[in-house]
Nanobody, 127 residues
């Protein structure tokens, strides 16, 4: 069983920055592909970024490329999402997700490929 807890959300003005953190339980965290997703009211949950177990490979949605950075610290079971130059359209609930070590290890960008989810953290960007 894997438990994920997000933190770091909040209210920020457009152009500002936030850093989301996700703490994961589980002794096999270092084998998990991790992802950040977001869901705005009335919209589907979409991938924002993903990172493979080693951190060597990352994926970003086009809408956040160049502004967001995903990273992980396997020694401390943490994954991060640094969000810079935030825009009002980034407003959403952000979720951390883990694939649980599904083989083969690779980047995953579909929500259905992730087995474990956090409770979400609200990010609100004011104009």
């Amino acid at each position: 069983q894997v438990q994920l807890v997000e933190s770091g959300g909040g209210l920020v003005q457009a152009g500002g920055s936030l850093r989301l953190s996700c703490t994961a339980s589980g002794r096999r965290f270092s084998s998990y592909t991790m992802g950040w997703f977001r869901q705005a009211p009335g919209k589907e949950r979409d991938v924002v970024a993903a990172i493979t177990w080693s951190g060597a490979n990352t994926y970003y949605a086009d809408s956040v490329k160049g502004r967001f950075t995903i990273s992980r610290d396997n020694a401390n079971n943490m994954v991060y999402l640094q969000m810079n130059r935030l825009k009002p359209e980034d407003t959403a609930v952000y979720y951390c997700a883990a694939d649980g070590g599904t083989l083969p290890p690779r980047l995953r960008v579909r929500s259905r490929d992730y087995n474990y989810w956090g409770q979400g953290t609200q990010v609100t960007v004011s104009s």
